[in-house]
C-alpha cells in the first residue's frame, strides 16, 4: 500500500505553522509499516487542491487528507473529494444530531446550527464516518475502487485522536508485510561533528539499519532504523550496531529514546541513595528545573538557590566576602565556595554550583559572555570546571545545564 | 512568480524530523511577497523525485529544491534535475578547489578528496553556483525558459545561510508586488475557545488582514496579515483590528509577537522600580529560569529558593513548623508564609511563591496531582491564588508558571 499526505491549509504555505500533523501522520504510517511516498502541501484553493488530489488518486493507494474540514468558506476539503471521486455530499443525520446538541449544550437549549455550521454534516457519498469525540468536526473514510481516501480534521489533537481511534484499526486490517522499529542513542559532551568523524563508515553505508545522526540545542543522537517483520527481528539487526556504537564512544553516551539526561542522572542517585542540593547564579533556576522535571525527584533533590546577587551568595551559601572582593563572583574561587556552601548547607552528599556570564551584556575582555563555571562538591574532594561558549543567553544558560549534568552523571556513578 | 518547494529525504516521510526548512524558506517567501502554491516531499529516490520535478516545473515558475545534496549514494538532487532539465553535469573547478581545502583542512595536507564527496562538485550544465560558508555542500541557480530552479543543501543551519546571503538577493530582482506582513497579538490567563467566542465574527469573516489563533502550551496568540504593497499600508489595514481584538480582552492581552510575559514583567518591574524574590517548591526554579531569561533581569530578580523539602521551607524562608504541620506544605497558609518569608528574607518589594502537586505521584483525593497555590506578597497585603490544573507533569509546572507571571504582571502595574 503506498501513502500520500494531502496537507490543506494556506496558512502552511506562509510558514507560520510547523505542520506537526505532517510527522505524526508520517510515524504512525511508517510504525504501521506502510510506505509514505509523497507529500503534498496546498493551500485552501478549490482548483490547486482538486489537482492535487487526482494525481494522488493516479499514484497512490491511501490518500490522507488534513484540514479544510471547519466551518467558514475556506474550507473546502468535502468539495474537492466530491469533485475528484463524483461522490455527491451528503448529509449524515447522526453528525447533524451532534452538531446540533453541541450547539444547545453550550449556547442554550433553542439555538439552532449557524448555517456555516451545517456543512460540517456533509460528506462524499458512500463514507464511513469517523467520530470526533473533542471537536465538531468528525473525518471521513472513503474506498472507492480499491483506493482509500480519508479526510481529517486539521486540528492537531482532533486529527490524533481520530486518527488513533479509528483510522489506526482499520489501517491495520488492510496493511501487512515489514514495519520500520527505530532506536535512538543520546549523547552528551561530544559535537555533531567529532561524533561524525567516529562513525564516519556507518553512517555512510548502513542500509538495514540505517544509521543517522541529529543535532539540536547542544544535544546528538544516533538513530538506528531497522525495516523487519517483527520487532524482535528488528532488534537483531540494530543490536550489534547498537554496541559498536556504544564501544566507540565511551562516557558520551548516556541512554536511549526519549530518555534524558536529568533521567539517568536521577536514577544513579536513587540507586546510590545520593542526595543534591543546587547553588545557580548565571543559569538562573534552569538545572533545578531540569532536575525536578524528573517524576519522583523530591527523593534526591533536596533544595535549590537562585543567588543572582552577590548578597545573596554570601547569606544564602555563605561564601566569604573577601572571595568575591578578590576574585570576584565569576571565578573557579567563587564556584568552589559556592558548591561546598550549598551542600554544607543542606546537609547533601553532592553541592552543584554554576557561576558565569550569559550575556549578552556584562562581559569584559578578562571575563567574557559566554564564561562559566561549573563546581561540583562531594565527601571526597570538589571539582572546577571551566568553559567558554558561544552563542545567545538561553543557548549559554542550556550549553551550561547540560555540562554541569554531565559532570553530576559521571561522578555519581556507582 | 509562482513558487514551489520540494523537499528531498527519506528522513522527512518517516516523520522524526520536523522540516524547519519549508517554515522557514515559507517565511522568507512570504516575506518577499512570492506567492507560494505548493510543498512537496518526497524521499531519496530517482523515478518519484524526478515525477514531482517534471510537474513541478509545468506548474510553477520558481522551483526550491532542499536536501539531497550530500555525499551518499543517496543524495539525488543534481541527478534529478540533471535528468529532468536535460542539462549534464560538469564539474565546477572552483567548488572542487575548496572542497579540496576543506578536507586538507581538517585531515592534513596530502589528504585527497574522498570519491563520494567529489560529487558535490558536479552541477547542471549553466548553474550559478551558490556559495556555501558553513558547510562542503554548495546550492546552485539554474534558470531556463523563464524558470528558476533553486537546489540548496538540506542541513538547515547552510540552506538558510546561502538562502539570505545569495538566494534572497536574487529574488528581489525577479520579484514585485504585493507583499505579507504579519502582528501577532498574545495572550494569558485565556483559553483557546473564550477568546474564539470573544472574536468568532472576525475569525469567519475577515480577509485583509485574516485573523487566526494559534494555542500551544497553555499560551494563545492572534495573528493579524495584511498584504499590501508596504508596511505602513499593512499597518494602517491591522491597526483596527488589532485596537478592536485588544479592547474585547482587556486583562488578558499583554504583548506583540516575540515579546514574552516575562520580558514584559521585566519591563515594568524596571520602570517602577521595583525587585522581586521568588520562593518555588513544586515549579522546582521554572519561573526563575523563565524571569532570567530576559537579559539585564538581575535589575530586579535577586533571588530564588527552590524549596523541595520542608526542612528547606523552615530553613530559608522561615515557614513556621506549625503551619507545615497543620495545614501541610501544600496549602494557601504555607503559600501566603513562603511568599511573606522570602520577601522578608530577600528584602525585596515582591515575594513570588509556589507549592503544589505536580505529580505524577503524590495526590489524595483531598489534594489531587494538579492542585496549586500561587501567593504574592507585597508592601500593601498578600494574594493568594488556587488552582487545579489538568496535565503531565511538564504540563502543571508550566501553567503554574504562566499564572504565577501573570499575577506579578497585574500586580506591579504602575
Redesign the interface.
Known amino acids: 500500500m503506498r501513502a500520500e499526505l494531502i496537507m490543506i491549509g494556506t496558512?502552511?504555505?506562509?510558514?507560520?505553522?510547523?505542520?506537526?500533523n505532517?510527522?505524526?501522520?508520517?510515524?504512525?504510517?511508517?510504525q504501521l509499516g506502510i510506505d509514505?511516498?509523497?507529500?503534498?502541501?496546498?493551500?485552501d484553493?478549490l482548483t490547486?487542491g482538486q489537482?492535487?488530489l487526482e494525481?494522488a488518486l493516479e499514484?497512490s493507494d491511501l490518500l490522507i487528507i488534513s484540514g479544510g474540514l471547519g466551518?467558514?468558506d475556506d474550507d473546502l476539503t468535502r468539495d474537492m473529494v466530491s469533485l475528484v471521486t463524483k461522490r455527491e455530499l451528503v448529509e449524515d443525520p447522526k453528525v447533524e444530531e451532534d452538531l446540533k446538541a453541541w450547539f444547545q449544550e453550550r449556547y442554550g437549549a433553542n439555538t439552532k446550527v449557524p448555517e456555516?455550521n451545517r456543512k460540517q454534516a456533509f460528506f462524499p457519498k458512500g463514507s464511513k464516518i469517523l467520530p470526533n469525540p473533542v471537536g465538531t468536526a468528525p473525518g471521513f473514510w472513503l474506498e472507492l475502487d480499491g483506493k482509500i481516501v480519508i479526510g481529517l480534521p486539521g486540528v492537531p489533537s482532533e486529527l490524533q485522536t481520530i486518527f488513533m481511534e479509528s483510522v489506526e484499526p482499520l489501517l491495520q486490517v488492510k496493511s501487512s508485510g515489514n514495519r520500520?522499529f527505530?532506536k535512538n542513542l543520546n549523547f552528551v559532551g561530544i559535537g555533531e561533528s567529532r561524533l561524525e568523524e567516529l562513525l564516519q563508515d556507518l553512517l555512510?553505508k548502513q542500509s538495514n539499519p540505517t544509521i543517522?545522526l541529529?543535532a539540536s540545542g547542544g544535544k546528538v543522537r544516533v538513530?538506528l532504523?531497522a525495516k523487519a517483520s517483527s520487532e524482535r527481528a528488528a532488534l537483531e539487526l540494530i543490536e550489534p550496531f547498537s554496541k559498536e556504537i556504544q564501544d566507540r564512544t565511551k562516557g558520551h553516551f548516556y541512554g536511549f529514546d526519549g530518555q534524558t539526561l536529568e533521567e539517568v542522572v536521577g536514577l544513579q542517585l536513587i540507586r546510590t541513595g545520593q542526595t543534591i542540593a543546587?547553588a545557580?547564579s548565571c543559569?538562573?533556576?534552569?538545572?533545578?528545573?531540569l532536575?525536578?522535571?524528573v517524576?519522583?525527584?523530591?527523593a534526591y533533590?533536596?533544595?535549590?538557590?537562585?543567588?543572582?546577587?552577590n548578597?545573596?551568595k554570601q547569606?544564602?551559601l555563605g561564601v566569604p566576602e573577601e572571595i568575591l572582593q578578590k576574585y570576584g563572583a565569576v571565578s573557579p574561587e567563587t564556584a568552589q565556595a559556592m558548591a561546598e556552601g550549598v551542600r554544607k548547607?543542606?546537609g547533601t552528599d553532592f553541592g552543584l554550583a554554576l557561576t558565569g556570564i550569559?550575556?549578552?551584556?556584562g562581559g569584559t575582555s578578562e571575563k567574557p559572555v559566554g564564561l562559566v563555571y561549573i563546581s561540583l562538591a562531594s565527601s571526597g574532594d570538589t571539582i572546577v570546571q571551566r568553559h567558554l561558549w558561544r552563542g545567545t543567553?538561553?543557548q549559554i544558560?542550556n550549553r551550561s545545564a547540560l555540562a554541569a549534568l554531565h559532570l553530576l552523571w559521571k561522578q555519581s556513578r556507582p
Open positions: 496558512e502552511l504555505l506562509l510558514g507560520e505553522v510547523v505542520d506537526t505532517a510527522s505524526f501522520l508520517a510515524q504512525r504510517l511508517a509514505l511516498f509523497y507529500k503534498s502541501t496546498v493551500g484553493n490547486r489537482g492535487i494525481l499514484r466551518p467558514t456555516h520500520l527505530t555512510i543517522a541529529y538513530r532504523t543546587l545557580e543559569t538562573g533556576g534552569l538545572v533545578s528545573n532536575l525536578t522535571n517524576p519522583g525527584s523530591s533533590f533536596l533544595r535549590g538557590y537562585v543567588v543572582y546577587s548578597q545573596a547569606e544564602d548547607r543542606a550569559a550575556g549578552p551584556g543567553r538561553e544558560k
